[in-house]
C-alpha cells in the first residue's frame, strides 16, 4: 500500500531537483510542489485512494501535482523525478549546496567546464578556470574555495548533514515497519549517537526471516542501487547517493546488536574489556561466558550495561569520554529529557514574513505540549522582508494581552527575535526594546566578518540590558553554511559576566551552538536555552533535537533555563531587567 509520506517524500525530492532544473531557488513550480508536500503529509485520508478529480479538489493540490500522484499509485514510478535524477545525479546535487553557488551558476559551470560534483570544482578552482567565466571572477574563485575549506568538504570522504541524514533514516525505518515479518526497526551507529554529520546510514532490522526480509527490501522504492546483497546484511544506495547499511537480526539479539552497532567504536572497545575481566565475551549477538557460551544477556541494551556493573549510558555520550567511569560508579551527569522542559522561548507567528500559523494556533500547540510559558519572538524591523515594525509589533503586544484570559496555564511573553547589525547594534530604541518581556538576539548577517570584530559584535549584543539570550550563535546551517568566526572562550566568559543565555537552537539544520561549544562551557555558570525556532506548529516539536544535542554536550539540567518552574524562570527574567535598567 502506497502511504501519503511515501508520496509526501517524493514531492520533497521532486521540489528539490525542480529549483536546480530551474535555476532558482524560488522556482514556483518547486513551491508547488513543496505545498504539495506538506498538503499530502497532513491528509487525514489515504491519497492513495483518491481519484484525479478528487486531488484537484483538495487545496495545495494542483492538477499536475495529482497527476503525479495517479501516476505513482499505478505504476510506482514517477516519469518527472526518473528524468530529473538522470539530468542531476547526487554529486550534482552536492555541487549546488556548495554557498555563492546555487543551482543557476552550477548549471553553468557544468555547461561550459564540465564541473559536475564538488571534486571537479575543486580541481577547476586549482586550475584557475573558474574566473576565466563570465559572472564569476577572481573573487568568486577565492570564496568558493573558502567555502568548501570551511565545510570540510576538500577530504575524500564527503559526509551528510544530520537534517538530510535523520529525514532519510525516519523515512526508511518507518517504511521497513511494513514489511511482514519485520518486529523492530531502528536506525543506529553515528546518527543514533547524534553526530551532526553521517558518513551512511546504520538501520537494524529484528525479523523473524532474515532471508525474505533482505529479498524484500531491495525491491523497496527508495532503493536507487544494491551495493551487496545478503541474508545478514544489505548495503544500498538511496536516490540520493546516500549509503544505507541494513542489518538483520533475530528478535532475542536486538540488545546486543543495537549496542554493537550505535557505537562508538570506542565506547565498545571499553565495554569488551570490562566483558573479559569477566571471562565473558561482548559481541554483536550477546555477552556471554567464554569458555561455555552461556549467554548472560542480549535482549536489551538495559540488560547488559546492567550485567556489567552499569547504568544505561544515552547514545550521545557514548564516545569514550568519561562515561563509562561515570556509569560504573553511578554518577553520570544529569541530562535533560525532553520531558524537562517547561517553556519554548523562539517562536515565530505568520507575522514574521516567513512565520507559517497565526498566534492562536501557536499558543494551542504549546498547551497541547503542557507547556508553563512561551516567548513570540517574531523577527524584529531590521530584517529585510520578514521583520515586523514597531506599530504591528505594538499591536500584537495588545492581542497578546486580550488572549491572556483564554489561557490561564500559559505564560505568554512577549518577545522578539532582534537583528545583531555590524557593530553590535539592535533593532528599536531601547526604551521601546525594554518593554518586551523576553528578547533573543541573532546574526543574520556579516556571515564573513574577521573574528575579533565578529566576537565584538556579539558580546556587545550580549552587553544590551534588554537581550536575554543569543540565538544560533554561531550562525551555521549544517553542511550549507559554515559557522562564523568567533572567539569561544570570550564569548562564555561575557555570557558568564552578563548571565545572557546562549540558545541550543533545535533546528536539525541549524543544531546552535555545537557540541563542541557546550563541551567547552563545561563547569562554567553558563546558562542555556533550548529553544524550537519554530515557524509553524509542528516545528515546536523539533526541542526534540535540542535535548539530543544538550546531551551530546553534556550539559546538566538546571543549567538550562527552560527547565526550571514557571515562577523561578519569571523571576529570573524581571530581575535581570530590573537590575540592568
Not at 307 to 314: E, H, K, Y
Request: glycine share 8%; aromatic share 6%.
Amino acid at each position: 500500500m502506497v502511504t501519503n509520506s511515501e508520496i509526501a517524500d517524493l514531492f520533497e525530492e521532486l521540489a528539490d531537483l525542480t529549483r536546480i532544473a530551474d535555476g532558482s531557488s524560488q522556482s514556483f513550480r518547486a513551491r508547488a510542489y513543496q505545498a504539495a508536500t506538506k498538503t499530502i503529509r497532513h491528509l487525514p485520508q489515504p491519497v492513495a485512494d483518491l481519484s484525479e478529480p478528487q486531488l484537484r479538489g483538495i487545496s495545495g493540490i494542483g492538477k499536475s501535482t495529482a497527476s503525479y500522484i495517479r501516476e505513482y499509485v499505478e505504476t510506482g514510478r514517477l516519469s518527472r523525478l526518473d528524468s530529473l535524477r538522470k539530468q542531476y545525479p547526487p554529486d550534482f546535487q552536492e555541487l549546488v549546496r556548495v554557498p555563492g553557488l546555487g543551482p543557476k551558476r552550477a548549471v553553468t559551470l557544468r555547461d561550459a567546464l564540465g564541473v559536475d560534483s564538488v571534486d571537479a570544482l575543486i580541481e577547476a578552482l586549482d586550475a584557475r578556470s573558474v574566473r576565466e567565466l563570465s559572472g564569476f571572477g577572481r573573487k568568486t574563485e577565492e570564496n568558493l574555495r573558502r567555502s568548501i575549506e570551511r565545510l570540510g568538504w576538500s577530504g575524500k570522504e564527503r559526509r551528510t548533514p544530520i537534517l538530510v541524514a535523520m529525514k532519510e533514516a525516519q523515512r526508511l525505518v518507518n517504511d521497513l515497519k511494513t514489511l511482514p515479518g519485520v518486529d523492530r526497526v531502528a536506525y543506529a551507529g553515528s546518527l543514533r549517537r547524534f553526530r551532526e554529520t553521517v558518513a551512511d546510514l546504520d538501520i537494524l532490522v529484528a525479523t523473524s526471516d532474515s532471508g525474505v526480509t533482505a529479498r524484500l527490501l531491495r525491491d523497496r522504492s527508495w532503493v536507487g542501487s544494491v551495493l551487496a546483497a545478503g541474508d545478514t546484511k544489505t548495503s544500498v544506495l538511496t536516490h540520493s547517493g546516500l549509503q544505507v547499511d541494513i542489518r538483520m537480526v533475530p528478535k532475542h539479539q536486538w540488545g546486543a546488536a543495537l549496542l554493537y552497532f550505535t557505537g562508538s567504536k570506542e565506547h565498545n572497545i571499553r565495554l569488551r574489556r570490562l566483558a573479559i575481566e569477566q571471562e565473558w565475551v561482548l559481541s554483536e549477538y550477546a555477552l556471554y561466558h567464554s569458555e561455555t557460551e552461556e549467554v548472560i544477556a542480549q535482549q536489551t541494551e538495559q540488560d547488559i550495561y546492567r550485567a556489567l556493573g552499569m547504568v544505561w549510558v544515552p547514545p550521545p555520550i557514548r564516545e569514550d569520554q568519561g562515561e563509562v567511569e561515570e556509569s560504573l560508579q553511578g554518577r553520570l551527569p544529569d541530562l535533560v529529557k525532553e520531558g524537562d522542559l517547561r517553556g519554548d522561548l523562539h517562536v515565530h507567528t505568520d507575522m514574521s514574513g516567513d512565520g507559517q500559523e497565526p498566534l492562536q494556533a501557536i499558543l494551542d500547540k504549546a498547551v497541547a505540549k503542557g507547556l508553563e510559558y512561551i516567548a513570540i519572538t517574531d523577527h524584529a524591523e531590521d530584517l529585510a522582508i520578514n521583520g515586523v515594525g514597531r506599530e504591528a509589533m505594538l499591536g500584537q503586544r495588545h492581542y497578546i494581552d486580550r488572549l491572556r484570559p483564554e489561557y490561564p496555564t500559559l505564560h505568554i511573553l512577549h518577545g522578539a527575535e532582534l537583528n545583531i547589525g555590524r557593530d553590535g547594534s539592535l533593532d528599536y530604541d531601547q526604551e521601546f526594546l525594554m518593554d518586551y518581556d523576553w528578547c533573543v538576539a541573532s546574526v543574520h548577517s556579516y556571515f564573513d566578518l574577521p573574528r575579533e570584530e565578529q566576537t565584538a559584535r556579539v558580546i556587545t549584543a550580549m552587553a544590551h540590558p534588554a537581550v536575554d539570550v543569543i540565538g544560533h550563535l554561531q550562525g551555521r546551517r549544517i553542511g550549507r553554511r559554515p559557522p562564523i568566526d568567533l572567539d569561544i572562550g570570550a564569548i562564555l566568559e561575557a555570557a558568564e559576566l552578563t548571565g545572557t543565555a546562549l540558545e541550543i537552537n533545535s533546528n536539525l539544520d541549524r543544531l546552535d551552538v555545537s557540541a563542541e561549544v557546550l563541551l567547552q562551557a563545561q563547569g562554567r555558570p553558563v546558562l542555556f536555552v533550548i529553544s524550537s525556532d519554530a515557524h509553524d506548529t509542528g516545528e515546536m516539536d523539533q526541542t526534540a533535537w535540542g535535548v539530543l544535542q544538550a546531551k551530546r554536550g553534556r550539559v546538566v539540567r538546571d543549567r538550562i533555563a527552560n527547565t526550571w518552574p514557571a515562577d523561578r524562570f519569571l523571576d529570573w527574567t524581571r530581575t535581570r531587567r530590573a537590575t540592568s535598567s
